[in-house]
């Protein structure tokens, strides 16, 4: 158990290390190098979780889709890889009350325990038991979610285009 | 006596000595690496060595024949040793701290992967549940690596090589997933050994029990991301020789090479593991039980064996490939994927769906027909593209 714990630690510093080169790099690219690293933090907490299919598509979707993504889009817009990114700008006071409430909101709900929040699930595995889940259960929320992603990317190809 | 069971004794024996669990964990972990590490070396430098002999023999060459004797058989150790003892550079301009990352993310994103390849019934590193999933999800980290390497070396040729290798391996990764969810949803599982174990049958008493063949669709399209993911020709657009010098690893030179040079035969490997796992049956073939050896560790060398045979010719064919078709465009590349590859991995993904459900395997070879049809159909009925001559209005 306690080495657990020592892994947990190390775990939660390695990323907690990564997002914040990830909000204080001077350097997008630097940023979003950082990112990774960040989503593969997150990604073993959830092995450790025993959630390793959500692990999986976590590193995925996130680390092999959205950030390369996002590296594609910064190595084509000229010049944004050498100019120095502003760190803080005018709203730093109200971000910041923000970033308190969610932290006050995060120790309350992991002390005093939401119902939703308490006691992971053991499970043998988590794979077939979430397709299920998707496809029976929540197959109105997900239904929902595919429309709005599908309504998200036509609006992005309206857009992008000139004509 | 499997694999498991002899850690399991080496566990019980050093239990018994009061010596606490983390020791021999940590003595496994490193031997494991270590043979892992050990195999990938002796492997990729084979692959050189054999790529060069078959480009030679494929252009009427002989190819490396000096060095060791027999048809140049030490060529690859010998380029080893030369890239090893290389003076170390790294570009003025460069960011240094990605630029040393980069091959360490490469190299150990496909070392990973290897942790779930099926060798023999019952020698695997780790039989994880996600196994398949975690195998892609793992890979798709190499370009993470490659785009580091690009924009990192502060050279035009390789931010280039490293923008076409990040469209290439996002377009490409969308039909590879979905081609491999054909075998998982017959097997019903995505454990490596478990998908091995699934294959044991036999088709209408003839066929072995693979998938490729109620999956031949899923297969081809699983081949051709591969090649892709891979970055082989007709595929080879982000290090295209001709256009961009060597693409994204123009920059480095002697050791961080080598890294790069390393995990890309290492990375072929993989991705031929991963079809001969999925789709030609893993370990499975004929074996017989050789005098003076138990029955299972008989069966256990053949399945090594069988294993082997399977990965390398498809690494044959990779390279066979390569030496013969020429490269696509980048237009025509990324048309392929999206509106060739991914409507095909759609269909074979409700066709299959729908026998699973309607319950008869011997349909699922109707489907695939099916599928192969349309497709020839729908080539077939495309309209020819118009030539617009010079002054002419469109």
Same mark, same amino acid.
């Given at each position: 158990?306690?080495?657990?714990?020592?892994i947990f630690y190390f775990l939660a510093a390695f990323t907690l290390w990564a997002a914040a080169v990830v909000v204080l790099g001077?350097n997008i690219v630097r940023s979003a190098v950082a990112l990774i690293f960040g989503f593969c933090g997150m990604a073993a907490l959830y092995v450790l979780l025993d959630a390793e299919f959500l692990a999986a598509v976590q590193v995925l979707i996130y680390v092999g889709g959205i950030t390369i993504l996002l590296l594609f889009a910064i190595m084509?817009?000229?010049?944004?890889?050498? &100019?120095? +990114?502003?760190?803080?700008?005018?709203?730093?006071? !109200?971000?910041?009350? #923000?970033?308190? %409430?969610l932290? @006050?909101?995060l120790?309350?709900?992991?002390?005093?325990?939401?119902?939703?929040?308490?006691?992971?699930?053991?499970?043998?595995?988590t794979?077939?038991?979430l397709?299920?889940?998707?496809?029976? &259960?929540? +197959?109105?929320?997900?239904?929902?979610?595919?429309? !709005?992603?599908?309504? #998200?990317?036509? %609006?992005?190809? @309206?857009?992008?285009?000139?004509? | 006596?499997?694999?498991?069971?002899?850690?399991?004794?080496?566990?019980?024996?050093?239990?018994?000595?009061?010596?606490?669990?983390?020791?021999?964990?940590?003595?496994?972990?490193?031997?494991?690496?270590?043979?892992?590490?050990?195999?990938?070396?002796?492997?990729?430098?084979?692959?050189?060595?054999?790529?060069?002999?078959?480009?030679?023999?494929?252009?009427?060459?002989?190819?490396?024949?000096?060095?060791?004797?027999?048809?140049?058989?030490?060529?690859?150790?010998?380029?080893?040793?030369?890239?090893?003892?290389?003076?170390?550079?790294?570009?003025?301009?460069?960011?240094?701290v990605v630029?040393?990352l980069a091959?360490m993310v490469v190299f150990g994103a496909t070392v990973a992967a290897?942790v779930?390849?099926?060798?023999?019934?019952?020698?695997?590193?780790?039989?994880l549940?996600i196994?398949?999933l975690y195998m892609v999800s793992i890979s798709s980290l190499v370009v993470v690596g490659i785009i580091m390497a690009?924009w990192s070396?502060?050279?035009?040729?390789?931010?280039?090589?490293a923008?076409?290798s990040a469209?290439?391996a996002v377009?490409?990764e969308v039909?590879?997933v979905?081609?491999?969810?054909?075998?998982?949803?017959?097997?019903?599982?995505?454990?490596?050994?478990?998908?091995?174990?699934?294959?044991?049958?036999?088709?209408?008493?003839?066929?072995?029990?693979?998938?490729?063949?109620?999956?031949?669709?899923?297969?081809?399209?699983?081949?051709?991301?591969?090649?892709?993911?891979?970055?082989?020709?007709?595929?080879?657009?982000?290090?295209?020789?001709?256009?961009?010098?060597?693409?994204?690893?123009?920059?480095?030179?002697?050791?961080?090479?080598?890294?790069?040079?390393?995990?890309?035969?290492?990375?072929?490997?993989?991705?031929?593991?991963?079809?001969?796992?999925?789709?030609?049956?893993?370990?499975?073939?004929?074996?017989?039980?050789?005098?003076?050896?138990?029955?299972?560790?008989?069966?256990?060398?053949?399945?090594?064996?069988?294993?082997?045979?399977?990965?390398?010719?498809?690494?044959?064919?990779?390279?066979?490939?390569?030496?013969?078709?020429?490269?696509?465009?980048?237009?025509?590349?990324?048309?392929?994927?999206?509106?060739?590859?991914?409507?095909?991995?759609?269909?074979?993904?409700?066709?299959?769906?729908?026998?699973?459900?309607?319950?008869?395997?011997?349909?699922?070879?109707?489907?695939?027909?099916?599928?192969?049809?349309?497709?020839?159909?729908?080539?077939?009925?495309?309209?020819?593209?118009?030539?617009?001559?010079?002054?002419?209005?469109?």
């Amino acid at each position: 158990m306690t080495l657990k714990l020592g892994i947990f630690y190390f775990l939660a510093a390695f990323t907690l290390w990564a997002a914040a080169v990830v909000v204080l790099g001077k350097n997008i690219v630097r940023s979003a190098v950082a990112l990774i690293f960040g989503f593969c933090g997150m990604a073993a907490l959830y092995v450790l979780l025993d959630a390793e299919f959500l692990a999986a598509v976590q590193v995925l979707i996130y680390v092999g889709g959205i950030t390369i993504l996002l590296l594609f889009a910064i190595m084509l817009t000229s010049r944004i890889g050498v &100019t120095t +990114a502003r760190v803080v700008n005018d709203q730093v006071i !109200l971000s910041a009350i #923000a970033a308190i %409430g969610l932290l @006050v909101g995060l120790i309350y709900a992991s002390t005093s325990g939401i119902p939703a929040m308490s006691g992971p699930p053991r499970l043998p595995e988590t794979a077939p038991f979430l397709g299920r889940a998707l496809l029976t &259960t929540y +197959a109105l929320p997900f239904e929902a979610v595919s429309v !709005l992603l599908l309504a #998200a990317m036509v %609006g992005a190809i @309206v857009l992008a285009r000139k004509e | 006596m499997t694999f498991a069971s002899l850690v399991e004794r080496f566990y019980a024996a050093l239990a018994a000595w009061g010596i606490p669990w983390i020791v021999p964990t940590l003595i496994v972990m490193v031997i494991v690496v270590s043979v892992v590490l050990a195999y990938i070396s002796v492997a990729a430098m084979f692959m050189i060595w054999w790529e060069r002999k078959i480009s030679a023999h494929i252009q009427v060459r002989y190819g490396p024949m000096r060095v060791g004797g027999w048809h140049g058989w030490a060529q690859s150790i010998a380029d080893g040793i030369k890239l090893l003892l290389k003076e170390d550079l790294i570009p003025t301009g460069a960011d240094k701290v990605v630029f040393v990352l980069a091959p360490m993310v490469v190299f150990g994103a496909t070392v990973a992967a290897y942790v779930t390849i099926p060798w023999a019934p019952g020698l695997i590193v780790r039989d994880l549940n996600i196994g398949i999933l975690y195998m892609v999800s793992i890979s798709s980290l190499v370009v993470v690596g490659i785009i580091m390497a690009g924009w990192s070396s502060n050279n035009k040729y390789a931010t280039l090589g490293a923008l076409r290798s990040a469209a290439q391996a996002v377009s490409y990764e969308v039909p590879l997933v979905l081609s491999l969810l054909g075998p998982v949803m017959i097997a019903g599982t995505m454990s490596m050994g478990k998908l091995v174990e699934a294959q044991s049958g036999r088709w209408f008493g003839v066929l072995p029990g693979w998938f490729v063949f109620p999956q031949i669709v899923a297969f081809l399209t699983y081949f051709t991301c591969a090649l892709a993911e891979c970055n082989r020709l007709p595929f080879d657009i982000p290090e295209a020789e001709s256009e961009l010098v060597a693409g994204f690893h123009v920059e480095y030179s002697g050791m961080r090479f080598a890294m790069f040079f390393l995990a890309e035969y290492a990375n072929m490997f993989v991705v031929s593991a991963i079809a001969t796992t999925l789709f030609l049956g893993g370990w499975h073939g004929p074996w017989i039980p050789l005098p003076g050896l138990p029955r299972d560790v008989a069966h256990g060398l053949f399945g090594l064996v069988w294993f082997q045979v399977k990965c390398y010719f498809l690494i044959f064919v990779m390279m066979w490939l390569r030496w013969t078709l020429a490269r696509l465009r980048v237009d025509q590349l990324m048309g392929f994927a999206w509106k060739v590859l991914l409507p095909i991995a759609f269909a074979n993904l409700i066709v299959t769906g729908l026998v699973l459900i309607l319950g008869k395997h011997a349909l699922l070879y109707v489907g695939g027909i099916a599928i192969l049809l349309l497709v020839a159909i729908l080539l077939a009925a495309r309209p020819a593209a118009r030539t617009v001559r010079v002054g002419e209005r469109t």
